[in-house]
């Protein structure tokens, strides 16, 4: 899991991301109260480079965490990252 870009945001920020090898993906973001205000990805994928773009044009300026979980075919957590972002409006 990379920064996203831009950060500090104003409108929508990227988030890119590598997966080494195939598994399942969940990109979330989290408001400061832990509840679950964007889901960006929640699918098998393959290895390789992604990017996924969240709009926050409907959400208050604030500080925000990404949280990246990659799990294997038998639900073991192989990755897991949180990230922080700011949204500035």
Do not use: C
């Not at 044009?57 to 604030?62: K, L, V």
């Amino acid at each position: 899991l990379s920064q996203s870009f831009p950060n500090p945001f104003n409108q929508s920020t990227q988030i890119k991301y590598e997966l080494p090898l195939g598994g399942h993906v969940s990109l979330a973001v989290y408001d400061v109260l832990g509840r679950n205000v964007a889901q960006l990805a929640n699918a098998y994928q393959e290895a390789g480079y992604y990017s996924a773009t969240w709009n926050a044009t409907d959400r208050a300026s604030g500080v925000y965490f990404i949280r990246f979980m990659v799990s294997s075919a038998t639900g073991k957590v192989m990755y897991s990252k949180v990230n922080r972002i700011v949204l500035v409006k």
